[in-house]
């Protein structure tokens, strides 16, 4: 049992690689290791593997044929591959692009919406709590507290944005990743969502993919840097931009590419 | 040569507002075989139309005859086609909807997968399949097995009738999903078939909904396949293993005997009215639960 050996690390990449079609890598060979209660932000020219990466942690890979991932993927010592893929997307929760509530729910339907589908009944004093405590935890709260039976849709984007993380939150995840949470989004939902991510690192780990590499300074404590599917550089935010040890990576922060 | 510069705008502009008054007037042609068809309906039927029609049975051909002779209008109404118009539809929707929605999801989410190619060419092939030949097919498999003509031969027919559009729209309304809303459900942990049953189908719920409508409206009709299924019958059923009669049924009768004849107009209003009002109401829900 040595994958449940408890190393400190919340996340430990080993050896990762995802090809969309045979012999040709995304994401090639990336090994990483994440510390809890930190924000790590991947970053890189389009089509570097970013995504499909993140995509990987929470096996939603196997939702497309054709798409493989070898290597292991520990999630606090356990190894994904070998767990119910439910279960992994509970403990890993997601924020896509774009704000994805479900149009057919309400603001606190949709914060319920993962216990619903986990078939996990809940009487009315634990949903109330669980959605103010999630509504809570993204500031959407005061905004939403009397109006929580209309349509998630009715919101603004930046507020459907936050409605979304607080319906990852609901789940209690020991992980939340980011796919460029704030790319659709205008400059002041963008820095109320930053601001968010800073709070919410007390509590959670979160993995970001951003293109916006001043967004990666902002707020994230680690980087990835990635280029054509290999990890070239991995280190703290603050030595990466101002000592990166990787001409590569010096190159793309500085403008020169990508 | 600075005429031809001046003259050719206007040229082009007359031209396109000639193509433009041409197109109106095409449109409005079509529109006149309905309008003449209403217009014919209400012209002959609006004496027999009643409150009768809803609530009497269809008269026997002596009871007109006399009636006629004595210039009555003819007495009795449709009150067994409706009944069994709305028992043949009844049981067609319980058969062909949940089959239809289910073939729709497989369609949808497996779009390239050769069964998945096949089974979409051969539904729209059974859309192509002339209705008395499936009434037929359905007596066979239907009406010999069970020594009898009945509601449930005639639900058999209309719901193989059905089940293309049903299939077809299911497929298009879940196709317009963004994939972003399965991997959200997904992503929380849920499973493949909760995804589907609690987020995909009803956030296509009103593609859904409009798309049984205008099959239900389209079948509802439908004359041939009930003539070989559910034979008719004089008074009001609401067993499904009897024989029992439909309105588009009725209709056949009255026209096979000139002392009925007279209730086909008050008849074919009803039915077409129905029918008109199903597909409002299916446009309208379309327009209203249309989820962005």
Known sequence: MENTINTGYILELKEVSVSYTPGKYAVDKVNARIAP????????????????LLHAINRLHELYPGISTTGEILLKGENIFRMNPMKVRRLAGMVFQRPNPF????????????????????????????VERSLRSVNLWDEVKDVLNKKGTFLSGGQQQRLCIARALALKPELLLMDEPTSALDPISTSR????ILELKKEYTIIIVTHNMSQAARISDNAMFMYLGKLVEYGTTRQMFTKPENKRTEDYLTGSFG | MKKTKLSAPRYRLMKSRIFFYLVCTFSLLTMIPLFLIIGELIRKGYKQFNFDLFTKVAPTSMEAMLARISGDAIPGGILNGLAGTLLILA?????????????????????????ARLVRNLSDLLQGI??????????IWVVKPMAGYSAL??????????????????EESLKMLPDSLKEAGLALGGSYSAVVLRILLPSSFSGLFTGALLAISRVMGET???LVTVLGAATVNWDITQPTTAVSLLIWEFYN????????WSSSLLLLLIVLCINLLAKSIAKKWKIQ
Not at chain 1, 37 to 52: H, L
Not at chain 1, 103 to 117: C, D, E, Q, R
Not at chain 2, 92 to 113: D, N, R
Not at chain 2, 130 to 139: A, K, N, T
Request: positive net charge; charged residues 15%; hydrophobic residues 45%.
């Open chain 2, 224 to 226: 041939a396949p009930l």
């Open chain 1, 193 to 196: 969502i930053e601001d968010l």
């Open chain 1, 103 to 130: 149009p057919t729910m309400s603001i606190s339907g949709n914060v319920l919406a993962g216990y619903k589908l986990n078939n996990i009944s809940l009487n009315k004093k634990e949903k109330g709590l669980i």
């Open chain 2, 130 to 139: 002339p209705s008395i030949v499936i009434g037929v097919i359905v007596y």
């Open chain 2, 91 to 115: 049981v067609a929707i319980v058969l062909a909807i949940p089959l239809g929605i289910a073939t729709g999801v497989y369609l949808a989410e497996k779009k390239e997968k050769p069964l």
């Open chain 1, 37 to 52: 209660n930190t924000v790590t932000a991947i970053m890189g020219p389009s089509g570097c593997g970013k995504s499909t």
């Open chain 2, 153 to 170: 031969a005639g639900s058999t027919a209309l719901a193989i009738m059905m089940l293309p559009m049903v299939i077809r729209s299911t």
């Open chain 2, 257 to 264: 005997d000139p002392n009925l004849a007279s209730l086909i």
